[in-house]
């Protein structure tokens, strides 16, 4: 990769759409659904709703022949095992319990993916932007989205830690509606320390991130 090159990417809007969607499809949904059905139907009808959203995603993206988003991947995965702790136990305190605990795995996958070639951070990244590939596979590039799973998995640690507070002193509907809010509020500003940590990063590279298409050139 040449210095002072400069990548152009999706427009900001495009941007927030696509990671809206998939935040939508793999997160907010089911959790929707499963404290909808919780308070009309019962305890198992949650666990079977938010767990036949996230199969028929998958399924419905395999059929369709659509890219899979990593994170659905991951969160369709953690939720199959919390179903069947569910179910076995009929236990709320331990259905939220394992997603809580699934932060403090979260971050160590994030560490453990350090040593083989990209790290796990890097694919997820790519489920909100399509990097053009001789830039995700650049030394440069992967050495930052490194140092990246570093912060995001203290990120993820810090995040475990306050919501498994909140779980044994709230009630299931304030903690769904505050965990939630704090959640993502979190989560929320560790993006934008990110997304200006990449860009400085980058830049230190000599690397340019410009949002939205290369301007045509004249012929």
């Known amino acids: 990769m040449p210095p002072h090159l400069t990548v152009h990417l999706p427009n900001f809007s495009s941007l927030i759409k696509q990671g809206a969607q998939h935040l939508l499809e793999s997160t907010i949904v089911p959790l929707g659904l499963f404290y909808l059905l919780l308070i009309t139907v019962g305890f198992n009808g949650g666990l079977i709703a938010a767990l036949s959203w996230s199969m028929l995603a998958l399924v419905r993206r ?30 709320v305190f331990l259905y939220f319990l394992q997603p809580t605990l699934q932060n403090f795995l979260v971050a160590a996958v994030l560490v453990g993916s350090l040593p083989f070639g990209r790290p796990f951070i890097a694919k997820l990244a790519d489920d909100f932007c399509a990097f053009p590939a001789a830039f995700r596979e650049h030394p440069r590039v992967l050495r930052i989205f490194r140092r990246l799973s570093l912060f995001w998995a203290l990120v993820f640690i810090t995040n475990g830690a306050t919501t498994l507070w909140m779980l044994a002193k709230a009630t299931v509907g304030d903690f769904l509606m505050v965990s939630t809010a704090g959640s993502w509020t979190v989560v929320g500003l560790a993006i934008i320390v990110s997304l200006l940590w990449f860009r400085r990063a980058l830049r230190g590279e000599g690397i340019v991130l410009r949002m939205g298409p290369a301007a045509a050139t004249a012929s």
């Open 62 to 91: 395999a059929v369709l022949r659509k890219p899979i988003p990593a994170v659905l991947v991951l969160t369709t995965g953690l939720l199959v095992g919390r179903t069947v702790l569910g179910l076995m136990t009929g236990s």
